[in-house]
């Protein structure tokens, strides 16, 4: 299966998830031609329900189709063999026309099954395997029913029905007013948890009826605003203020005015040799 069209099945089937409540194992109600046509061409239908349907899948078949597969004639004996093994690896679905000498038509009987009360609903939520184009118009008209048929060994999963597209799109406008309808009332403030829902002044009244006045709250005094700690400029300490030289250490000080001492008497000892 192409990347393309695998990716367009798993959004259908995301589809039917959300708005007709599919869930896994997805029941796949099978028809007898849909039976006899994978035989044919040699394909593995329980992994290529699964692999279209992105998920587990139940396959299913009813009594009369079953019934179809063992009147039907073919030269070959083992391809008939094969109809019916596979048929017996899907799970059975009773649908009551045992009873009946001749089996229903495929179109009769499954549509009996998916809608039995004619009311187009597809209640049991199966998904349609099937090859007669008949069938799959009428199951077009009942919402919520996927249809899957094998065209050329390749099987194809027709896009969601106009029925069903009506009803999503209304379940979408219903849930886009129930949201509208929340967010009107979402100005109000919630109460906690702790709290309780009415405080003690107003839950207590007087015998006559009469509720108590509230005492008026004392507002607490604030002293003067102090100025922003972080936009105040920072003091300078008192010994950075006297200059470098009141910043310097004791011992360069004094190296210092002992250097000036030495300078001095070597003046003076010059002064005294010129003399």
Not at 165 to 180: P, Q, T
Not at 250 to 269: G, M, T
């Amino acid at each position: 299966m192409r990347g393309k069209r695998s990716k367009q099945y798993r959004k259908l089937m995301h589809q039917y998830s959300l708005a007709f409540n599919f869930r896994e194992p997805y029941q796949v109600l099978l028809d007898a031609e849909i039976i006899q046509d994978t035989t044919r061409f040699k394909m593995d239908l329980p992994h290529l329900l699964s692999r279209t349907l992105h998920g587990q899948v139940k396959p299913m078949i009813t009594q009369c189709c079953i019934r179809h597969l063992y009147l039907s004639t073919t030269e070959d004996k083992t391809e008939k063999s094969a109809w019916i093994e596979t048929a017996k690896g899907c799970e059975r679905r009773r649908c009551g026309h045992h009873e009946l000498e001749e089996p229903l038509s495929a179109e009769e009987c499954m549509m009996s099954v998916v809608d039995p009360k004619g009311s187009a609903t597809n209640k049991h939520r199966y998904i349609v395997a099937c090859q007669d184009s008949g069938l799959r118009k009428k199951l077009r008209a009942i919402p919520g029913v996927p249809l899957v048929y094998v065209q050329r060994s390749v099987m194809v999963m027709e896009p969601i029905g106009q029925k069903s597209e009506e009803v999503k799109e209304g379940l979408e406008a219903e849930k886009v007013r129930a949201g509208v309808k929340r967010g009107k009332g979402g100005g109000e403030k919630r109460k906690r948890e702790g709290s309780e829902d009415l405080d003690e002044d107003e839950a207590d009244e007087d015998v006559d009826g009469e509720v108590k006045a509230e005492e008026p709250k004392k507002k607490r005094k604030r002293g003067p605003k102090a100025p922003n700690p972080l936009s105040v400029k920072k003091t300078v300490k008192k010994d950075d203020q006297r200059g470098p030289k009141a910043a310097m250490p004791d011992r360069i000080e004094k190296q210092i005015r002992a250097a000036r001492e030495e300078a001095k008497r070597e003046k003076a000892q010059r002064a005294n040799g010129a003399a």
